[in-house]
């Protein structure tokens, strides 16, 4: 679903985009390409289409699928990775599998060392990551990664789904203070009984 | 330093208040007591003083602390916690030292199971805490615990330090997603220089 929403919306923003699956014939992979006049194929086939490549896979999934892509076809590359490594094996609410003093965003950096990733987009739902109007008044995205250039491009992107208050956290172990939002995200999403909301720093 | 902000603005705002140290005759407590016409005593002389009593301790400090209140002292009592497990011995920035499937909150209520833990003001600098309009703009607190009354009853103290948009998340256990904002709040904090800003929850 987050892949498919940021797709969509990469395609009509103009981009050539290709979609990956763990087999090439994929039916809603298929069905999104033959829709959305993009590309489908394996994840290996996707990790080499693009510039920019983003991991929008399940958390627990998401080592085992970089592996699949191939940190070669990943290599000087971007990965914007807005993965969480949510744990639903606890219970409701789910845990985090990697937390506190280590992250996903860090462990995928580490699975692919010749790859720039950015972390970002993770801490809102995927209607809001590619159309931030849908929530009313000023909120904010964080992103974090350790090569400045890759978050320039990335950033570039962000703007060009409309948002404006862009938060540069740093290097990617912030990737722990982003991953660790999702127990009050959950929460609020339960409360408020909608994924239309997102958090704000409100600063002077 | 919070034990202190908040005791001179609950002490302002007209209440009888005491403050616990470890010792009777600690002179920081004294001289605060002299200074904001308080009382000052051990910690179990405040807990046996206080309707409500703060906890504002030092996150690894919290649990031991309690125990020199006393369960019996508190018991039918409020307790709000105001701490986070902020652990320091793993560099810096810390971190936390009971996380996602445990809190701090929840480790305090299970200590003192005939007392009413709320759990709030944990996510701001204590100037913060009782002085909102420090902060430009519509911003949010959270607060959880088992009891409704007692939250309540918190709410009440926190709406005469000027809070406005309060969100019950819950039982204690929601003391887990407010804890770990801290990593977040600390790398903004060195982000932006101040500890002036909060999190908003943004919707619709």
Redesign the interface.
Known sequence: MVGETLATSLAGLGHDVMMGSREAGNGKAKAWAAGAGGKNGTFADAARHGEIVFNCTLGSAALAVIRLAGSRNLAGKILVDVTNPLDFS?GTPP??SI???DSLGEAIQRELPRTKVVKTLNTVNCNVMVDPR??????SL?ICGNDAGAKTAVRELLEAFGWEDI????DIT?A???E??M??W???WG??G?A?????????
């Open positions: 606890t845990s985090l937390v506190n003093t849908r929530v009313a008044g000023k909120h964080f938060i540069d956290l740093g912030s722990r203070a982003t660790q939002l127990p009050i959950i929460r609020l409360l408020l909608t239309d909301f997102n958090f704000a720093i409100v600063r002077n």
